[in-house]
Nanobody
Framework: QVQLMESGGGSVQAGGSLRLACAHS????????MAWFRQVPGKGFEGVVS???????TYAESVKGWFSVSTNDAKNTLNLEMNNLKPEDTAMYYC????????????????????WGQGIQVTVSS
């Protein structure tokens, strides 16, 4: 059974940085796709970034240049480095995964991801 667990959220002032981590366990197909989504209360889910098992990435335009995704050497943790945070980055952030490859140039909708973490809150104050 695939399990995802986020860590590293919290509160920061505008301009600050946070690093999120998603530890995943269980079996994910070798050709998998992992992603970070976020949700602002009252709004839908927004794809932030996806990363394929081969290491290719797709970022949302709203975070391109500010956020950076990476994995550890064991490839069992997906990290999200968030720099120059803005109040509009305040949201619940979720780690997600699926058993097939990422789309090229498109993170894809929430429904395309079968596995989800519980989410972690990020709050950016002005």
């Amino acid at each position: 059974q695939v399990q995802l667990m986020e860590s590293g959220g919290g509160s920061v002032q505008a301009g600050g940085s946070l690093r999120l981590a998603c530890a995943h366990s269980g079996v994910i197909d070798s050709s998998h796709c992992m992603a970070w989504f976020r949700q602002v209360p009252g709004k839908g889910f927004e794809g932030v970034v996806s990363m394929s098992s081969a290491g290719s990435t797709t970022y949302a335009e709203s975070v391109k240049g500010w956020f950076s995704v990476s994995t550890n050497d064991a490839k069992n943790t997906l990290n999200l480095e968030m720099n120059n945070l803005k109040p509009e980055d305040t949201a619940m952030y979720y780690c997600a995964a699926r058993d097939y490859v990422c789309y090229i140039g498109n993170i894809g909708p929430r429904g395309d991801f079968a596995y989800w973490g519980q989410g972690i809150q990020v709050t950016v104050s002005s």
